[in-house]
């Protein structure tokens, strides 16, 4: 494919020295188009070639890494198909909405075990002990707060306080479910005047 790029732009620029004479701009905007079309064509069909060799996502999991294939790279699903069947995706600094169908199963590779070196470089970096999650919708809120959570128990952090909103109660109860079962929590209350009250829910690590 990239020879027959350079022998376009070879021919490309021998025309641009024949200039207008012997119908030379015609040829070469002629070649041009060539270029393009070729060009397009290739990278259709290699996206094509890389969609045909991955699973299709049937099952979205927030925070699941997946691989879109018209970027040629591996990107963190972070919301649930809307009825479009849009999902949006972090795609290094950059979030932005796909077709799911678009998006392919990463293959399951060996978890490598984490490095001492990167465990102390985490518990040296300043991690908030409050984190807010008023305004999210309960799978959203739990998915923060396992990640926020896992931080702070490797930031040796003690206590944490988790800021739900008093509301219906749903987003308390749903945070709390989850709180039973994770595996960094000692013990966990609601607040106390002065705290947050009901609004908030106070979290003692191991």
Not at 145 to 163: H, M, P, R, S, W
Not at 197 to 205: F, K
């Amino acid at each position: 494919a990239k020879d027959e790029a350079d022998e376009i732009v070879k021919a490309m620029r021998e025309l641009e020295k024949m200039g207008i004479s012997g119908g030379g701009r015609n040829r070469l905007e002629e070649e041009r188009r060539k270029l393009k079309t070729s060009l397009e064509e290739k990278e259709a069909a290699m996206i094509k070639s890389r969609e045909n060799t991955g699973e299709v996502i049937t099952k979205v999991k927030l925070g699941m890494e997946a691989f879109l294939p018209s970027l040629n790279q591996r990107v963190i699903i972070i919301s649930n198909p809307d009825n479009k069947g849009d999902v949006q995706v972090e795609a290094g600094i950059m979030k932005i909405n796909v077709k799911l169908k678009d998006l392919r199963k990463v293959p399951n590779e060996p978890k490598k075990k984490e490095k001492k070196k990167r465990e102390l470089k985490l518990n040296m970096k300043a991690i908030d002990s409050r984190i807010d999650l008023r305004g999210m919708d309960s799978e959203e809120a739990c998915y923060r707060t396992d990640k926020y959570l896992d931080e702070a128990y490797l930031g040796n952090l003690g206590e944490v306080t988790i800021v739900h909103g008093k509301g219906t109660g749903i987003l308390r109860k749903a945070i709390n479910d989850m709180l039973k079962r994770h595996p960094h929590v000692k013990s966990y209350r609601l607040g106390v005047y002065g705290e947050g009250g009901d609004g908030v829910t106070i979290v003692e690590l191991k």
